[in-house]
């Protein structure tokens, strides 16, 4: 059989399986001969709870090795992949080295999280199955090939992805989402855990600084979010260390990504 034959029997299994369990398997099993990868992430993001992950699979450990519990326990919020969910993009195939910050490839969820899973390249298939609800496969490359992938292959994800749109939209209809995301609320529930945890009070704009420091926005790029200037920016980050007692990012991030959770709230468990 050829690979194309090879290719047109699993993207047959895969509509086959729609409805059943092993759809999440039959789609990875398709896109295997449609896109070299090493590890593949199938997770729905939501609009008032964590993240749901219904496939994950590496070549590599560290791919996957704290994606509970330190992904899906708030470190989320933080991911421009979540950032194309929050700004709900259109239906697509992103690659996170062209959606990321200014500044996200220095920044400590990169340096200390990102970084620590060995992943080199990443793209998102985005899809809208139900009303608050995205569903995002990823595909990356990680330590086991250590290769990016070429602009031949990002012209083949290009050409796929509507059909990956189009399965995950009608397999994953039913979900269901509760509440509306809210910045300000994120923002709320950061200041008032800060607050319990540390005595730490934060003013929301330092908050909200805090926030886009922690994703990687650079003092130019948070100044554009918000609306303030680049010196404006810098008196409140001076401001936001001078409180938390801290002098680097680092220890900004070390500070509150354990407050970025919603509460204690465990995600729901996987269908």
């Not at 449609?34 to 699979?57: E, S, V």
Request: hydrophobic share 40%; aromatic share 8%; glycine share 8%.
């Amino acid at each position: 059989m050829t690979i194309q034959g090879e290719a047109e029997r699993r993207l047959g299994e895969a509509i086959a399986a729609q409805g059943g369990e092993g759809f999440p398997r039959a789609l990875a099993r398709w896109l295997e001969v449609q896109l070299r990868h090493d590890n593949i992430t199938i997770l729905a993001y939501f609009q008032g709870r964590p993240p749901q992950a219904f496939l994950t699979r590496a070549r590599v450990q560290e791919v996957h090795e704290n994606f509970d519990r330190t992904y899906v326990g708030g470190a989320y919020l933080l991911d421009p992949f979540h950032d194309l969910h929050r700004s709900r993009v259109a239906r697509g195939v992103y690659r996170l080295t062209d959606i990321a910050p200014d500044q996200f490839h220095r920044n400590p969820y990169f340096l200390d999280y990102y970084a620590a899973t060995t992943l080199l390249d990443e793209l998102a298939f985005v899809a809208y199955p139900a009303p608050g609800v995205s569903v995002h496969v990823c595909l990356g490359r990680d330590a086991s090939s250590n290769a990016r992938f070429t602009q031949r292959e990002i012209v083949t994800a290009r050409l796929v992805s509507p059909i990956v749109v189009a399965l995950c939209e009608r397999h994953w209809a039913d979900l269901a989402d509760q509440g509306a995301y809210s910045e300000a609320e994120v923002t709320r529930r950061l200041i008032d855990s800060l607050d319990e945890a540390h005595g730490i009070r934060l003013s929301p704009r330092q908050a909200e600084v805090a926030l886009l420091i922690l994703r990687g926005h650079s003092s130019v790029s948070i100044g554009l979010q918000l609306g303030i200037s680049p010196q404006t920016v810098k008196v409140f980050r001076r401001q936001l260390y001078r409180k938390c007692a801290i002098s680097s990012q680092a220890e900004l991030f070390n500070l509150l990504l354990p407050l970025l959770g919603d509460g204690g709230n465990q995600p729901p468990q996987m269908p």
